[in-house]
């Protein structure tokens, strides 16, 4: 794919955005453009199907071209007489195809210099536009919908097959952009559903491409149901999950054989066993790495296994047996099985016989029935197994007409015409199966993985590593980034030294990684112990302030009940004083005995009052009130103060 091809998505995207859900009107500004430019007035298919190719890398199969030029002409761009398209130069000078190139030119700009900047920096190599260009498409080029229908014409969209270590290169790239360039992510995503928007050309009819399913039966193979789960990580499990609702709201009936329901179980009863025994060294596969790096039991996954039905149902996937076998409609089984060995290479021949059978029961389902409509088939089995859906309409629809509905598709292909049925209806499906597409091309393939674990086991056993370097060798993910990091996933870079160096790498990750943890960990803490100061002071202040409160209602409070004792005091005194006195000539010395009485009695009253026993009294009782009142309005404000 061409960098021209990368804008050409772009503007299939923002074409979209504008036009509404018309897939052949969404190619007509294309059409348009490339007859703008040209030097003959008479249209000839096979020349603007090169045209197209040539400055725009889309390459349109001559058939759905056609359907174009027709609605092209519906534009007045081209004018049909006597069969025969005519150019309509006044109409094709007013186009702004120009205009709408230019406003997407920054997305692919800011990309493909992002991705080299990456590519630079962390993976020390230098691309050149072509080559980021070519990386991005081949990223995005494995799935489209020709896997869907028996089409004969060529892709939509021709890509060279490029090294292991660019597409290593792009995931990491991605992957970093899902953590931290969400700008990126998006342009990415642009570009995967002007992905989708081109395979839109495949279709049988796109002007029917949003009608439900009618009486068809989606049959999901192993994988898929084992992913939709949970029990292969949650970058597997968002896709899966994603396309069997959408498959239901489409209307679509949702089945898995019995014998795939027990393929599924014996591969966790299997993984459980490994995990039981510790027998790791030559575990490998999604699911089982999954458990390793997630820590998960021998117990937690037979729990696991005990609620996997009930998460096919929480998936409305119910669990059918095969087909009655009905010898007209039977199929080459052995001559199928043959071709999967010599295509795929099965390491477990009760795969291929799982994968056999289903074909077989979808065939058998379908009673030998060609039909265009995939959405009216009657049956048709999902897979995760590119291989198997390609060599499926290979060999058993080699002969059946053009456009006819496949009997095993990906998921994928099938997730992408479900998003091209209502692009609104499900707007993060396409980047969800970008990022796991990511999250797949970063795990160490097969072969690697193999390769690695026999490696690290050899080492020791010969007591040329600890039992604390084999753990950090298998089971630390840091020990897989480093794998991947440094051979790409390509086996033949796999050397003597590279254990070691992953070793070295893996354990700086691991220190790195602790460190920051316990960074995180302390940031935690203080920020904790900072809440508590917080809402300490904050108490703290709230209970001085009540207390205060307190101290100053038993201040004002004792010197009222002070100051009425007084005039109790008073009272008395005057209410007992003889008010009918004597001549003072005559009682002279009983007016002075009254007099010092009087001054000792106020003396007296003053010693009382401000004296050591009375202010004690007074201070003793002022304390109590202070106690009763600050008790009462803690109670009020929701609170006791603890003595």
């Known amino acids: 794919m061409s960098i021209d091809t990368l804008v050409s998505l772009a503007i299939l995207k923002v074409n979209w955005d504008k036009r509404g859900r018309d897939y052949i009107e969404n190619f007509v500004p294309f059409v348009a453009e490339a007859l703008r430019d040209s030097g003959d007035d008479v249209v000839s298919l096979p020349a603007l199907q090169n045209d197209l190719r040539e400055r725009f890398g889309l390459d349109l ?35 702004n195809f120009a205009d709408v190139r230019n406003s997407v030119v ?54 060279k097959g490029i090294s292991r270590e660019a597409v290593y290169s792009v995931a990491s790239f991605l992957a970093r952009a899902r953590d931290s360039e969400p700008d990126i ?16 050309i ?21 994988s898929i149901l ?46 459980a066993a490994r995990l039981r025994r510790g027998q790791l060294q030559d575990a490998y596969g999604p699911t089982i790495e999954w458990f390793i790096e997630s820590g998960r039991s021998a ?56 994968d056999v059978d289903c074909v077989a029961a979808i065939a058998l389902l379908r009673r030998g029935r060609h039909t265009r409509d995939i959405e009216t088939s009657g049956a048709v089995f999902v897979t995760t197994n590119v291989e198997l859906a390609k060599e499926s309409r290979a060999f058993f629809q080699a002969d059946a007409p053009e456009g006819s509905a496949a009997l095993c598709v990906t998921d994928y292909s099938l997730g992408n015409l479900l998003w091209l049925k209502n692009p609104t209806q499900a707007p993060d499906l396409p980047l969800k199966f970008l990022l796991a597409d990511a999250y ?119 010197k009222v009940m002070c100051g009425g004792l007084l005039v109790v005091l008073a009272a008395g005194a005057l209410l007992s004083f003889p008010w009918t006195l004597p001549q003072l000539a005559q009682a002279w010395y009983r007016y002075l005995t009254t007099g010092l009485l009087s001054a000792f009695f106020v003396f007296t009253l003053a010693n009382m009052i401000w004296g050591t026993s009375v202010r004690s009294i007074h201070e003793s009782l002022e304390r109590s009130l202070e106690r009763w009142i600050l008790r009462r309005l803690l109670l009020i404000a929701g609170e006791i103060l603890q003595p």
């Open 202 to 222: 495949y279709l049988p009819d796109p002007g029917r491409v949003a009608q439900k399913f009618e009486n068809t039966k989606i049959y999901i193979d192993t």
């Open 61 to 95: 199969p001559l058939n759905p071209l056609r359907q174009v030029l027709q609605r092209a002409a519906k534009h007045n761009y081209v004018r049909r007489q006597s069969g025969v398209f005519y150019r309509n130069p006044v109409e094709l000078s007013s186009l």
């Open 440 to 558: 797949a091309a970063l795990q160490p393939p097969d072969e690697l993985w193999k390769t690695y674990l026999t490696e690290i086991a050899r080492l020791k056993e010969q007591g040329q590593i600890t039992t604390d370097e084999y753990f950090t060798l298998r089971h630390s993910l840091s020990a897989k980034r480093a794998l991947m990091d440094m051979t790409a996933g390509d086996t033949s870079t796999f050397a003597e030294g590279t254990i070691a160096e992953v070793l070295r790498v893996a354990a700086e990750h691991l220190r790195a990684d602790l460190t920051e943890q316990v960074a995180r960990e302390r940031r935690k803490a203080d920020d904790a112990e900072q809440v508590v100061s917080t809402l300490e002071q904050r108490d703290n202040a709230r209970q001085e302030r009540i207390r205060g409160r307190a101290a100053g209602i038993a201040r004002v409070t004792s």
């Open 185 to 200: 992510l998006a342009d990415f995503t642009t570009l995967a559903k002007g992905r989708l928007l081109a395979s839109a």
């Open 226 to 271: 084992v992913f939709a789960a949970g029990y292969a990580g949650p970058e597997r499990q968002a896709p899966c999950e994603e396309l069997l609702r959408i498959l239901r709201d489409h209307g679509a009936r949702l089945y898995c054989f019995d014998f795939t329901l027990e393929e599924a179980k014996g591969i966790l009863d299997a993984c």
């Open 106 to 159: 920054s997305i692919h700009d800011r990309l493909l210099s992002r991705l080299r900047e990456f590519v630079r920096t962390e993976r020390r190599a230098e691309w050149s536009e072509e080559d980021a260009a070519a990386a991005v498409s081949e990223f995005l080029a494995d799935h489209s919908l020709k896997l869907l229908y028996a089409q004969a014409e060529q892709t939509p969209l021709n890509t």
């Open 299 to 354: 117990s937690d996954v037979e729990l696991m296994i005990a609620r996997f039905p009930e998460k096919l149902r929480s998936h409305g996937i119910l669990v059918e047996g095969p087909p009655a076998r009905i010898p007209e409609f039977n199929v080459d089984e052995s001559g199928f099985e043959k071709a999967l060995d010599n295509k795929i290479g099965y390491r477990n021949p009760k795969a291929r016989e799982h």
